[in-house]
């Protein structure tokens, strides 16, 4: 996994230093709230609405059992005991004092972690697969390449002020549970026809006010060239992308604008004029990074566990556990496990200080010190053995983080909303529990199969609710809160967006919605077909009338 | 109504001025103005930079409760998350 070196270090520790002294003068007054706020969202402390928020760093998604039991003690010690991961593998304390946070950023630095590239109109954190390493269906493992793009945009003088925030997805898979199309850039990893590696690279995707699904821009990028093309990108956007208008400001706005063929043809432009020079990491450097890398020593194991078949065959509910929440693979006998942060009534995304640590322990014990932030707001052990399944299955259920609900209808991706956040016009969170609760049948939940619900309390669409297959925004009307459907959406490798079905629902309604969505899918569907593929084969049409029809 | 609401510097926590130019956590001891006299109140708070930040104003009926068109956010951010009933102001009062 990535590491810091020596560099890294000094410049975390200097960074909390500086920070420090910044607190300090604004607590003195000798800093305005206007002088103060750029400097404390670079360092990922926001303010919302009940208090301050901080927002640390998970670089890709990937932590140690060490760096979590850090995120416990800080969630213990400095916030109310819980913390939330984002859609962007990220983790947020909702209740962190300012004084408090030179400390919290000290502890936070004693296990390689931080806030820098959480805010602010920089690279952000870059974002990847949240079974890198571990799935059978990759090409490769692509945090090699996370690790040299964090490398490279931290703190990159140049791309310090960018037009606005630019966020970076990796993937070496088919099957897209990154995102890619949904990012300023997203990188694909794949075999070309010659059989070597490179990159697909997407530009232009985003949600927000004004969603697009990306554009390829480069079929296959040699993988030796990664850092000059994206410098090529990142400055004809740092030049041509729009600074009057925060709306108009992501790169997206310039790609679809101009055309994709203009912006290509500027990128390509810029690139044959820097690719020369030495943007280009050496050989080496690029072999450095790959061994932090090095693949665990997986034990040499018979792919199929007779310990494990016998426990599946004993007991239902671990049996539906490893159907639903465990992933193949690419190490016979190994299995990846996903854990659920969204039990029945729960708020997607929180984990207790106490879930935490034991996580870390499963981690430390069971999947070589490994652990992942998904986008979907869940977590990941990739490296379990099959014979320990039954075991790891019985300590997340002590947990309840074992509900079994993987991409199923009540693994929803809700943004904290007005419950928590000043940009918001509605809550998010108490939807998002009402539908887990209407579907907390296990079994009906099974048979829905794939649904993907995600709620966004606002337009900027943090929930994701365009790329949703059942999307719900929530808009504030004269005081009252209403909810959007919009249907048809997909961020993964079929990226669409949603379309927005009708007015708007009150929240009791909103929850019915789905359900009569869902009844309608259920009586309709041909053989294996998920919503979203009855969705794209009847048209919206059925499925409005279905929603709106008088009961 | 009116009244003055900011967050406090030090921690974040919601606070609301009192008649005795003092901040208050419980909106209930919030200060009522009438919505000619607010403005120059606000300016008067905004210059209190060591104290809070991010002061505005906010709709209040007679009796304190939020009103107008930010009655949901205001109500949140006096009470804290309507998920967490054991967070926030809400769970001072009844402990």
């Avoid at chain 1, 945090?143 to 310090?160: D, G």
């Avoid at chain 1, 942060?341 to 929180?350: E, F, H």
């Avoid at chain 1, 297959?469 to 249907?487: A, M, P, R, S």
């Amino acid at each position: 996994m990535y590491r810091y070196d020596e560099f890294d270090a000094t410049l975390v520790g200097e960074r909390v230093a500086q920070f420090r002294g910044q607190v300090e003068r604004r607590l003195s007054g000798a800093l305005s709230e206007e002088q103060f706020k750029p400097l404390r969202l670079m360092n990922g402390l926001y303010l919302q609405l009940h208090a301050y928020m901080l927002r640390v760093a998970v670089p890709y998604g990937t932590l140690s059992s060490r760096q979590m039991r850090k995120l416990a003690y800080v969630a213990r010690k400095y916030d109310k005991g819980y913390g939330h991961f984002t859609t962007r593998q990220n983790i947020q304390y909702n209740w962190p004092a300012l004084v408090d946070v030179p400390d919290i950023l000290d502890d936070l630095a004693e296990v390689e972690m931080h806030a820098i590239q959480t805010s602010g109109n920089c690279i952000r954190n870059v974002t990847s697969d949240q079974y890198a390493g571990a799935a059978a269906d990759e090409v490769e493992d692509p945090r090699i390449w996370c690790e040299v793009i964090r490398q490279w945009s931290t703190f990159h003088p140049e791309f310090t002020y960018l037009p606005r925030k630019f966020k970076i997805a990796v993937t070496a898979s088919q099957n897209d549970r990154a995102a890619i199309r949904l990012h300023d850039i997203g990188l694909r990893i794949h075999k070309n026809d010659a059989g070597e590696t490179g990159f697909e690279v997407i530009v232009g995707g985003g949600l927000g006010r004004t969603p697009y699904i990306g554009h390829t821009i480069r079929e296959f990028l040699p993988k030796k060239h990664l850092l000059s093309y994206l410098e090529a990108v990142l400055r004809v956007y740092n030049l041509e992308g729009r600074r009057d208008n925060l709306y108009k400001a992501r790169i997206k706005i310039l790609v679809n604008a101009g055309g994709v063929e203009k912006f290509t043809d500027l990128v390509e432009a810029e690139w044959t004029a820097i690719r020369k020079s030495e943007i280009d990491l050496p050989t080496e450097e690029i072999e450095r990074i790959r061994a932090y890398f090095t693949p665990p020593d997986f034990e040499d194991l018979p792919a199929e566990s007779a310990v494990l078949e016998q426990k599946r065959k004993g007991e239902a509910a671990f049996a539906r556990w490893l159907r639903v929440n465990t992933v193949a693979h690419k190490t016979p006998g190994y299995a990846i496990v996903n854990i659920s942060l969204k039990p029945v009534g729960g708020i997607p995304g929180d984990i207790s200080d106490v879930q935490m640590e034991a996580v870390a322990d499963l981690a430390a014990q069971y999947s070589q010190d490994e652990i992942r932030a998904t986008h979907e707001q869940n977590l990941v052990l990739p490296h379990v053995k099959k014979d320990d399944l039954y075991v790891v299955w019985q300590a997340l259920t002590v947990q309840d983080l074992a509900t079994p609900n993987i991409r199923l209808v009540s693994d929803i991706i809700a943004c904290p909303g007005l419950d928590y956040c000043t940009l918001a016009n509605t809550r998010s969170i108490p939807i998002a529990q009402r539908i887990s609760e209407r579907f907390s049948d296990l079994e009906q939940q099974e048979d829905i199969g794939e649904l993907k619900i995600k709620i966004s309390g606002c337009i900027n669409a943090c929930g994701h609710h365009h790329v949703g297959h059942i999307g719900i925004l929530g808009v504030d009307k004269k005081g009252e809160e209403f909810y959007q459907i919009t249907l048809g959406g997909s961020g993964a490798e079929d990226a669409s967006l949603g379309e927005i079905v009708g007015r708007g629902l009150s929240s009791g309604d909103a929850v019915g919605a789905v359900e009569k969505l869902v009844h309608y899918y259920r009586n309709n569907r041909q053989d294996n077909e998920r919503f979203i593929d009855t969705y794209r084969r009847l048209g919206a049409d059925p499925f409005k009338e279905a929603l709106y029809a008088a009961a | 109504m009116k009244a003055i609401t900011g967050n406090r510097l030090s921690d974040g926590a919601v606070v609301y001025l009192r008649d005795d130019d003092q901040w208050a956590t419980q909106r209930g001891e919030a200060a009522r103005f009438d919505d000619d006299d607010v403005a120059p109140v606000l300016r008067a708070a905004q210059l209190r930079v060591r104290e809070i930040t991010d002061a505005y104003i906010i709709d209040i009926t007679a009796d304190g409760a939020p009103s107008g068109r930010a009655i949901i956010r205001e109500t949140i951010r006096g009470a804290g998350p309507t998920v967490r009933g054991d967070l926030g102001l809400q769970a001072e009062c009844c402990a």
